[in-house]
């Protein structure tokens, strides 16, 4: 692998070169965009890294030329202009990173490494997405974009704002800036605020001292004590009840919590992500949402992109969930063209989740290994169906194929219909609990030491489910 490094500073450019080539990297060296463009065509590099303000010119504004010599080759631009002007034009190029000096050499090493790989991966067809080995998958335009902006977030702690539809992934994007970024060593906390009621919105938030209230047998360090050195992600941050607005937004402006029923206040040092399907500047106006925390909130918005904005993106999504299906011993398939074809015209208004969901049951329904679109096109008007019911989804039409599906022995029907379903309601309870033993336990109206007897017999872990 090999670098070309324009550098009109020799000091600079010689620590640059011996930090690339204790990543393996072999360095052509060279000072101005004329030596650049020569060498360029004498041969290719698997990333350029450049100044701006060159010997003889503007390495920004000619960078136009670098893309039709090597369109494909990823751009890491440096500069002593750190100036605004100069970081916007640097993003307008395309540029993987860009570093304002003076910089950490370490860090443009590993970025040349990240993009070298990333560069790599795109050239074999690979499906994956740049933050490799987390599940965001897809090569479309509008994910590129999504890709692009959580590059630029990992390694700072500004406040990001994910943006989108129910389904899309927007905890998948929040783990993805923790996994990746500088806190990837501190813990990654998620909690939906919605489903937290406002009288005890401070005792989850920011914990409680022994005693505080009714209940209260023992300390407990709040969300924000628990992610210390690490990301806080709150979901769902758009329903959350106005007065527990109020005391999250003194939160973030202080960077300080106080347990309920303590005195000291106690400093945090979290990284904030919150996420939301609503849209947030009515809700400002209708006064349902504080404004002061929409700014406090929206540093950074990332907004994904809904399914039906990218449907060449449901082909490797398909592929990966059959994937992710075999490994959770489901019938291993393959999908055949046709099938795919068929998927990618649909709505999907669900989004991601629904694709998930419906490939899950395609795997777990479809008995030969190749999946056709003749298999596909029935449970795709089973599904239109259930979501045209102006009432709630019945369960009879699934029932009724689940008993042809299985065709059971005589006597064994109602234990092993009662099996089959008792799996996802427990499954389905930990979702919309996030995970809360006790409080899926109450939902389904059954007492907690029982709920951890049947997940442990049904073997569920708990954290896989909400994941």
């Not at 064994?412 to 899926?440: C, S």
Request: proline letters at 5%; one cysteine or more.
């Amino acid at each position: 692998m090999s670098v070309l490094l324009v550098e009109d500073d020799p000091s600079i450019a010689l620590v640059i070169t011996a930090a690339l080539e204790a990543e393996g990297f072999t360095v052509d060296c060279c000072d101005s965009i004329a030596e650049r463009d020569r060498l360029l065509k004498r041969q290719s590099y698997s990333a350029l890294v450049t100044d701006v303000m060159l010997t003889d010119g503007d390495g920004i504004e000619t960078i136009g030329a670098v893309r039709e010599a090597a369109p494909r080759m990823p751009i890491i631009i440096l500069s002593a202009q750190n100036t605004l002007d100069t970081a916007v034009r640097a993003s307008d190029t395309g540029a993987f990173e860009y570093f304002p000096k003076p910089f950490d050499i370490d860090e443009l090493a590993r970025t040349v490494r990240q993009a070298v790989g990333n560069a790599e991966a795109a050239q074999s067809g690979s499906d994956e997405s740049p933050v490799a080995g987390l599940p965001l998958v897809g090569r479309s335009a509008a994910m590129q974009a999504v890709y692009r902006m959580i590059t630029r977030v990992l390694r700072n702690d500004l406040t990001v704002l994910i943006l989108g539809e129910s389904g899309t992934g927007k905890e998948l994007v929040a783990e993805a800036i923790h996994q990746l970024g500088h806190r990837k060593t501190g813990p990654f906390v998620a909690v939906n605020t919605a489903a937290i009621p406002a009288d005890l919105i401070e005792s989850e938030l920011f914990g409680h001292e022994k005693g505080a209230f009714t209940g209260a047998v023992a300390r407990h360090a709040g969300k924000f004590e628990q992610a210390s050195g690490g990301t806080l992600f709150l979901d769902e941050i758009g329903d959350m009840p106005l007065e527990a607005q109020t005391r999250l937004l003194r939160a973030l402006q202080s960077g300080k919590v106080r347990r309920v029923g303590g005195r000291e206040e106690i400093a945090v040092d979290v990284r904030i992500i919150a996420a939301t399907n609503r849209d947030l500047e009515p809700m400002i106006a209708a006064g349902t949402f504080r404004e002061d925390l929409f700014y406090r909130l929206n540093v950074v918005p990332i907004t994904l992109p809904p399914l039906r904005e990218r449907s060449d993106d449901i082909p490797a999504l398909a592929r990966h969930f059959l994937q992710l299906a075999a490994g959770e011993g489901l019938p291993r398939h393959s999908l055949s063209d046709q099938a795919e074809a068929l998927l990618s015209r649909q709505p999907w208004r669900g989004n991601v989740r629904e694709l998930r969901n419906f490939i899950y049951r395609l795997a777990l329904l479809v008995r030969e290994d190749r999946i056709e679109a003749e298999a596909v096109a029935p449970l795709l008007l089973q599904a239109a169906r259930a979501e045209s019911n102006d009432g709630p989804v019945k369960l009879d039409a699934a029932v009724e194929q689940w008993l042809h599906d299985q065709r059971p022995a005589p006597g064994t029907v109602y234990d092993l219909a009662l099996a089959a379903f008792e799996r996802p309601l427990f499954l389905a309870a930990l979702r919309e609990t996030q995970g809360n033993q006790l409080r899926a336990a109450s939902l389904l109206g059954i007492n907690r030491n029982t709920l951890r007897k049947r997940l442990t017999e049904l073997e569920i872990d708990p954290a896989e489910a909400v994941r």
